[in-house]
């Protein structure tokens, strides 16, 4: 059996573990691609949201307004992780991805293992077209993990030797700055030696993550507790002065309703100061309709107030949200034969910000 979790830190880098997506949101695109070492915030991750069909292909372009008054499609193309491409499965498993980090220059990761972050290749191309770079990975065939990495530039080819090794119950893999523990094929610590950053595991008798500590520098930086189907039940976030003394410890309890969706989170920190607004404990509320996040209360002090509201329209949709930062609101001009949106306005406050713009292909559809 192959071990479960694997983060390759020089493809994402690590940010400690992600909070379980709420189900309103989940659909099974991103269901047959989870991980829950991945940070929520990942462009990869979001881009998934609201696809339906079986697509065979994703292509999502973001173009910015040529002057601040006014947004045409003809404007100025953003270049970065807002303008991707994904090819999937039938499975709907990702197969591919690429994006360009900064213009004229691309890159297209093969996966042999998207939830793993397993590649088969990267490939980095420059202006033009041309292929600057290509790494290529081998996998160790009696635990599945990479073993080495081939990497071919100006037609001369060197090769990066993967480490594993057996020590009694434990298996270590060394891979890059990378050293991975693994116990019973389940991974439970992860260190970048070159930052000092390091990650500790524990699993629940079903295989699902239990609990993630992670330090910097032996510093004890996030601690979570996941139940049973990996949602995270408690969170606490320790902050430390100059010397490494402790500060304080901020808690964070969150509570599920019967389809396993947010509904309450409890904050508290040891300082008793938890909000510009009051001191005291904090406790957010989530409110749902027709299946989507609806309102998100908060209150302070038994002081109940309105953090942020979400509108949609007849499609399910998101076309506006309010709160304390101002108004985001999404105009859906165009959608396709399955009924995803393939063009859609972007504003903030009333002025424009963007034209997002999707090409979907699927299987057995030309």
Partial sequence: MYPRYLLI?????????????????????????????????????????????????????EYLPQQQDSIVLNGLQKEGPNNVQYNFRKDKTISSYQWSPRPNNQHVHYF????????DSLKMFG???????????????????????????????????????????LLFHEMDDQLFVYQNNQLIRQENTQRQHKWEYEYHPNGKLKKMVYHEQSLKMREEIRDESEKIILSEQYSYSIDGSL??????????????????????????QNDQEGTGPT??????????????????NGKK?????????????????????????WV?????????????IVFNNGEPQGIHVRKITYYGKK
């Fill in 127 to 169: 202006a033009g077209g041309r292929l600057i770079s290509l790494q290529r990975f081998q996998y160790d065939p009696i635990t599945g993990l990479p073993s080495a990495r081939l990497t071919t530039m100006l037609n001369e080819t060197r090769e990066k030797k993967y480490p594993i090794n057996q020590e009694g119950s």
């Fill in 283 to 300: 406790i957010l509320e989530y409110e749902y309709k027709k299946g989507r996040l609806a309102m998100v209360y908060k209150s302070i």
């Fill in 9 to 61: 830190c020089f493809i994402f880098p690590a940010l400690g573990l992600m909070a379980q997506p709420k189900s309103a949101l989940i659909n099974e695109y991103q269901l047959a691609n989870y991980n829950p070492l991945k940070p929520t915030t990942a462009y990869y991750y979001e881009h998934l949201q609201e696809l339906s069909g079986a697509v065979q292909q994703l292509e999502l372009s």
């Fill in 247 to 272: 500060l304080e410890i901020s808690r964070d309890s969150n509570s599920y309703d019967a389809e396993g969706r947010l509904f309450q989170v409890y904050r508290w920190n040891a300082s008793g």
């Fill in 112 to 119: 042999k293992n998207f939830r793993l972050n397993y590649l």
């Fill in 305 to 329: 107030t309105i953090q942020t509201q979400y509108f949609y329209n007849d499609k399910g949709e998101l076309i506006k949200q309010i709160g304390k930062q101002g108004e985001s609101t």
């Fill in 332 to 344: 859906y001009t165009d959608h396709d034969s399955m009924g995803n949106w393939t063009r859609r």
